[in-house]
């Protein structure tokens, strides 16, 4: 019956998104999966920044501090997953993806 099917497709989705919830939960908080960028031109705003890094994964969030030079700002990327920092990480420094002046470090390696 319908009835059966849309509860059978109900349960699908219930476990796909608790699936998804605990897959995006290990990689968000750790600084393993985040990366510090400094300076970030202001040409470079937090939507064209997002726009050039979610191609290497999702982004949990983003945060941005004034630069004490006042050349720019510092980023924070936070990514779901340590792989999709390595990426943006590795493309940011050998590939110049954000240009020849940015700083780009994982956050775990700051400390």
């Known amino acids: 019956s319908i009835e059966a099917l849309l509860d059978s497709v109900s349960k699908l989705k219930d476990i796909g998104l608790a699936t998804r919830q605990h897959i995006e939960g290990k990689g968000r908080a750790g600084p393993e999966a ?41 980023a924070l990327i936070q990514f779901v997953q340590p792989a999709h920092a390595a990426a943006a990480l590795e493309a940011i420094t050998t590939m110049k993806l954000l240009g020849d002046n940015i700083f780009a470090i994982r956050q775990s390696d700051m400390m």
């Open 34 to 74: 985040a990366i510090y960028l400094s300076p970030v031109p202001f040409n470079l705003t937090m939507q064209r920044l997002r726009e050039r890094l979610d191609k290497f994964g999702k982004i949990a969030f983003m945060k941005r501090q004034a630069h004490p030079i006042g050349v720019g700002f510092d």
